[in-house]
């Protein structure tokens, strides 16, 4: 990991897009993230082109299935050595654990370094009437906080959530467990989809470790000046 915590995601389906926006922004960002746009359009090949410009991956690929085929799913992600990969917390604990000892088992029999292993939480794109939809009572900040402490008995290294939950979590879980935060919008910038949203700096403030942030960067006139302008604030939010 670096110390810049803006991970750019790179939601497209085109790998020399994709690869060209890794280039130009490897020097104001701390990472990319590939999601399934990505990762389902240009496959092993498309990931190599990225992998092969330094930057750390989050591969988000948000596996769930039962434990035995969210391991071996793992098993065979892991030598493509993303930083972090992530499942559903939603899977439950054995499937949570079936995937953290997945990454530590392959990674100690081939002589890798074990992905950061991380458990989403509730998306970003939902909140209170979205969840009483499929069955669920609690608030999106109640529901992410009991699959916090699930991911962490399940020895995940931490979980996707929402800006607002960051605190919390926080206090909760403790300072070595990781808060990665999509839906960051920098001032000024439309919601598009998300919903439970907040500002880099604030996010930062709050205590996360990881921030995505996608079409703030990619869809900018100029992606780089936007990714540099992020990068100066954080830096001037930390100082």
Avoid: W
């Avoid at 389902?40 to 991956?57: C, F, K, M, R």
């Avoid at 035995?68 to 559903?88: K, R, S």
């Avoid at 081939?110 to 669920?136: F, K, R, Y």
């Avoid at 996608?214 to 939010?237: K, N, Y």
């Amino acid at each position: 990991m670096t110390d810049n915590p803006v991970f750019c995601a790179l939601d497209t389906q085109n790998p020399m897009r994709a690869s060209q926006l890794a280039e130009n922004l490897s020097p104001h960002i701390g990472g990319i993230k590939i999601g399934m746009e990505f990762f389902y359009a240009a496959g092993l090949a498309g990931y190599q082109s990225l992998a092969a410009t330094g930057l750390p991956i989050f591969l988000d690929l948000k596996l769930h299935d039962i434990p035995n085929t969210v391991a071996a799913a793992v098993n065979a992600i892991c030598p493509l050595q993303p930083a972090i990969l992530n499942v559903h917390a939603g899977g439950g604990l054995n499937m949570m654990r079936a995937a953290s000892k997945a990454a530590k088992d392959t990674a100690e029999e081939n002589n890798l370094t074990a992905p950061l292993m991380i458990a989403v939480t509730v998306l970003t794109s939902l909140e209170d009437e979205d969840l009483n939809q499929i069955g669920v009572s609690a608030t999106p900040h109640d529901q992410v906080l009991r699959l916090a402490d699930l991911a962490q008995q399940a020895d995940m290294g931490g979980v996707v959530c929402s800006a607002h939950e960051v605190e919390a979590l926080r206090s909760r879980c403790g300072p070595n467990f990781k808060l990665i935060v999509p839906g960051i919008r920098p001032a000024g910038h439309a919601k598009d989809d998300q919903k439970r949203i907040m500002t880099p700096e604030a996010a930062l403030e709050a205590g996360a470790d990881i921030l995505v942030i996608g079409r703030a960067i990619t869809q900018a006139v100029d992606p780089v000046q936007a990714a540099s302008d992020i990068s100066a604030s954080l830096q001037s939010t930390k100082s």
